[in-house]
């Protein structure tokens, strides 16, 4: 605190080490990191914001702060039980390029299992008993769909499951 016991900015070195410990936990975008910063706290006033753009600056000409890297570590986390929906959608919460964003997400997805093979795995485990009735069928398939799973790999994965989930472009035309 300041001698007049108020608060203080933070120095440049506090910001950076503040920055680097932040990085040291997981990757982060600059967005991200730049919000966390920038708010006061402790015995901290907000920091100055071209200050923090320097040190955000310096962080990324070093290599310690990677968008790319941040991008493929998120993508790579929430692929593993999500949807390509959800991986997306997670990608751009974070605002990063929409290049990135698609690199990363068909990076990830591209080392995994196929999308229908990944939902029944998760069905499995979240609904390890078949639905007994349409009502549990619905519920079990928007459990997916919240995960961001297509519908044809939602479909898919309860048909491989053995479930029996009639096809919404296949219709009996015969009684009409």
């Not at 990757?27 to 914001?49: Q, S, V």
Request: charged fraction near 35%.
């Amino acid at each position: 605190m300041g001698p007049d016991g108020g608060r203080r900015a933070p120095t440049r070195d506090a910001l950076r080490a503040s920055a680097l410990r932040m990085l040291a936990l997981r990757e982060h975008a600059r967005d991200e990191l730049e919000r966390k910063l920038a708010r006061p706290r402790g015995t901290w006033d907000a920091p100055d914001p071209g200050l923090l753009r320097q040190v955000l600056d310096e962080l990324q000409a070093q290599g310690l702060l990677d968008e790319a890297r941040f991008a493929q570590a998120l993508a790579r986390r929430v692929a593993r039980r999500h949807g390509r929906a959800r991986v997306l959608g997670e990608l751009r919460r974070h605002g990063l390029d929409e290049a990135l964003i698609e690199r990363a997400a068909g990076e990830a997805l591209g080392e995994l299992e196929p999308e229908s093979e990944r939902a029944l795995h998760l069905l499995l485990r979240h609904h390890p008993l078949p639905p007994a009735d349409a009502a549990q069928r619905a519920r079990q398939m928007r459990f997916l769909q919240a995960r961001g799973f297509a519908s044809d790999a939602i479909r898919a994965a309860l048909r491989q499951r053995g479930t029996l989930v009639p096809d919404s472009d296949t219709r009996d035309d015969a009684g009409d």
